[in-house]
């Protein structure tokens, strides 16, 4: 980023002297801005960290502290690293956008797609995708943690399968991983095919992203940083991760609660076109009324927190100096990532960090919090 406002400076100084100095001030933010965000990351003892900034439908900047792969690799805006549960938002965007396509109704039972019908507490339970979506379905989660199919389907159709209250009321709001594993095989058994398919067509390849819930499917998997624990030491290796590839619809469901492999920088491009209501770029990539039912939350706020539920994005009035932010967490083995953006601004970050440890007031990790607080407080051109 730093060369091309540089060279993009020489060349604008020879015709006109207010673009180079408006070109200056936004490389010296920049400068400042990348110090900034050092010192927060060493502050809170990060291995890495990959940052992009959106503003009016695209990245406008990016910025990279540390290494992916420990002494060896500098970490960068293009390094692909394990999303962790913003993976979620990702699956997110293939249920609705299958509903849009008439391929699924999510607010219908959602045995229907699994080829098996759930064990229900209650006759009368409802479970939908919407509900997974919402975390207020009844699913619950089995004692050995599997997404094969079959595990699946003998855990769900047994008297464990569910917990005692309905779904889909907000005061039963219950945060878990397992039913993401039962809504990414209904929605690549209504498509007949693989989440990365659904995504790829639907959005991915329109913007040009190199994303996979299958690291070893990635067009550059050479670009995959190293996962770190808080302890600095290694969880999962560049080669653990891309020794995995897809082998077919409906295999191993687990994968879609977290394991989503994206660049900040190309993570920037969804969160770009979330904050501009479909848009990337001023082309159309998704429709407004998808990014609509992204964002529609229920009125109440989740007990005990203080965000709104949306599907399954959240959203948070008064938090970073800013009205209100839809954002989504994710944190695994040593992963703090954070995605936020204002809907009314149009502006969002993307902050993917590894080895980092501690959260802030709002209860983000604190690395994230503290580096969205800068960006969305800068004083940008």
């Known amino acids: 980023m730093k060369k091309r406002l540089l060279c993009l400076a020489m060349a604008l100084c020879l015709c006109c002297p207010q673009a180079m100095a408006a070109v200056v001030q936004e490389t010296a933010l920049h400068e400042s801005l990348q110090k900034e965000i050092n010192a927060i990351s060493r502050n809170y003892a990060a291995i890495g960290v990959s940052v992009a900034y959106v503003r009016d439908g695209e990245v406008v900047d990016t910025f990279a502290y540390g290494d992916a792969v420990r002494y060896k690799t500098p970490m960068t805006a293009d390094s692909i690293v394990r999303a962790a549960s913003v993976s979620k938002v990702l699956v997110g965007l293939a249920a609705h956008v299958s509903a849009e396509n008439g391929v699924m109704d999510l607010d219908a039972s959602v045995d229907q797609y699994l080829g098996f019908d759930i064990y229900r507490r209650h006759e009368d339970d409802q479970i939908t995708a919407r509900s997974i979506l919402t975390h207020t379905s009844s699913i619950a989660p089995p004692e050995v943690d599997s997404g094969k199919y079959e595990d699946m389907r003998k855990h769900l159709t047994s008297r464990t399968a569910t917990l005692y209250f309905p779904s889909g009321l907000i005061k039963n709001w219950n945060y878990m991983n397992y039913p ?53 030491e290694v969880f999962l290796s560049v080669e653990a991760q891309t020794v995995v590839h897809s082998r077919g619809i409906g295999v191993n469901n687990s994968i879609f609660a977290g394991n989503y492999h994206i660049s900040a920088y190309d993570m920037g491009k969804i969160v770009a076109m979330l904050a501009a209501d479909g848009c990337y770029g001023g082309e159309r990539i ?8 992204m964002e529609a939350y229920q009125p109440e706020i989740v007990p005990k927190n203080k965000f709104y539920q949306a599907q399954p994005l959240r959203y948070r009035t008064d938090i970073y100096g800013r009205e209100g932010l839809y954002y989504h967490t994710g944190s695994a083995y040593g992963e703090n990532n954070l995605i936020a953006y204002d809907p009314v601004a149009g502006d969002g970050v993307v902050i993917f960090s590894n080895g980092a440890s501690g959260k802030d007031a709002y209860g983000i990790y604190a690395v994230c919090g503290y580096i969205a607080d800068l960006l969305f407080n800068a004083d940008w051109p």
């Open 180 to 232: 993401f594993y039962v809504l990414g095989l209904a929605i690549e058994r209504a498509n007949n095919k693989t989440m990365d398919q659904v995504m790829n067509e639907a959005f991915a390849d329109k913007l040009a992203i190199d994303g996979s819930f299958w690291a070893g499917d990635l067009k550059n998997p050479e670009r995959t940083a190293a996962v770190y624990n808080q302890a600095h």
């Open 286 to 293: 998704i429709s407004e009324q998808v990014v609509a039912a």
